[in-house]
Antibody, heavy 118, light 107 residues
Framework: EVQLVESGGGLVQPGGSLRLSCAAS????????MSWVRQGPGKGLEWVAN????????YYVDSVKGRFTISRDNAKNSLYLQMNSLRAEDTAVYYC???????????WGHGTLVTVSS | DIQMTQSPSSLSASVGDRVTIACRAS??????LAWFQQKPGKAPKSLIY???TLQTGVPSKFSGSGSGTDFTLTISSLQPEDFATYYC?????????FGGGTKVEIK
């Protein structure tokens, strides 16, 4: 069974940092691009970042460029999102998802809530 | 950036109804279009990719069509478990972008 389990969310002050993790199992993690997608309270879905299988290519939505860094450890079947200089508008549930150009997002995690507030 | 516009933003329907949701891209995206279902408090579920291909395990009451800029998601016979919010999303180019969602409610 495919599982994506996010962790690391919580309450952080504006300007602070947080590192999200996503543990993958049940599929060949190293064969997939991976993604972070977020959803603000009462809002729609917003793609945040993608990373290639070997980490050699990374893409970000403009609003997080220079503040967030996506990374992965294929030996640990894990995906990460380092979030710095957090703002109130980064408050959201963050989902990790597997991605393929041929079939878009396949599998989704349950999400982890990040709240940026003083 | 490619803007994705869904219509309507919400609709009320009865069990057994045929429901159609439209999605328009601000520029051509070929068939790089996906549909998702999301229920309150839950993660999105992938329904369709490549505009019309069902993800594994998705029932055939869901269908998608379109190419270029105009797409539709159809639910052939609405069931209680189908009441949810539906999103379209383009993966033709970065940044990947979602439509604003269509909430399907019980009439």
């Amino acid at each position: 069974e495919v599982q994506l389990v996010e962790s690391g969310g919580g309450l952080v002050q504006p300007g602070g940092s947080l590192r999200l993790s996503c543990a993958a199992s049940g599929f060949t993690f190293s064969s997939y691009w991976m993604s972070w997608v977020r959803q603000g309270p009462g809002k729609g879905l917003e793609w945040v970042a993608n990373i290639k299988q070997d980490g050699s290519e990374k893409y970000y939505v403009d609003s997080v460029k220079g503040r967030f860094t996506i990374s992965r450890d294929n030996a640990k079947n894990s995906l990460y999102l380092q979030m710095n200089s957090l703002r109130a508008e980064d408050t959201a549930v963050y989902y990790c998802a597997s991605y393929r150009k041929s079939s878009d997002f396949d599998y989704w995690g349950h999400g982890t809530l990040v709240t940026v507030s003083s | 950036d490619i803007q994705m516009t869904q219509s309507p933003s919400s609709l009320s329907a009865s069990v057994g109804d045929r429901v159609t949701i439209a999605c328009r891209a601000s520029q051509g995206i070929s068939n790089y279009l996906a549909w998702f279902q999301q229920k309150p408090g839950k993660a999105p579920k992938s329904l369709i990719y490549a505009a019309s291909t069902l993800q594994t395990g998705v029932p055939s009451k869901f269908s998608g069509s379109g190419s270029g800029t105009d797409f539709t998601l159809t639910i052939s016979s609405l069931q209680p478990e189908d009441f949810a919010t539906y999103y379209c999303q383009q993966y033709y180019t970065y940044p990947l972008t979602f439509g604003g969602g269509t909430k399907v409610e019980i009439k």
